[in-house]
């Protein structure tokens, strides 16, 4: 089983930029899909960006061109790099693992992403 901590979360102004960090343990990440979700609150949560194992990429279509996600097998590291910042980003980000359907299996405990006007 593996156990997911997000990190990188904080408080930025609009048109800012954050990193996310996802560490992984338990597991070896290297064929496992991963990928970020949103959560708001009154909401489900939402994806918005997901990577394979050999780091094809996708995109929610509100972020394409503003965030990259990549990973690092080696370092067990997934990330989730955020440009041009806007305050609907806000809320808080979940790292997780899919199954091989592409459900999400796994998740951490989030971390808080707040993008003020």
């Known amino acids: 089983q593996v156990q997911l901590a997000e990190s990188g979360g904080g408080l930025v102004q609009a048109g800012g930029s954050l990193r996310l960090s996802c560490s992984a343990s338990?597991?070896?990440?290297?064929?496992?899909?991963m990928g970020w979700l949103r959560q708001v609150p009154g909401k489900q949560r939402e994806p918005v960006a997901g990577?394979?194992?050999?780091?094809?990429?996708a995109y929610a279509d509100h972020v394409q061109g503003r965030f990259t996600i990549s990973r690092d097998n080696a370092k067990k590291m997934v990330y989730l790099e955020m440009n041009d910042l806007k305050p609907e980003d806000t809320g808080v980000y979940y790292c997780?693992?899919?199954?091989?359907?592409?459900?999400?299996?796994?998740w951490g405990q989030g971390t808080q992403v707040t993008v003020s006007s």
């Open positions: 338990g597991s070896d990440i290297t064929n496992i899909n």
């Open positions: 997780y693992t899919a199954s091989s359907a592409g459900i999400p299996n796994y």
């Open positions: 990577i394979t194992g050999d780091s094809i990429t």
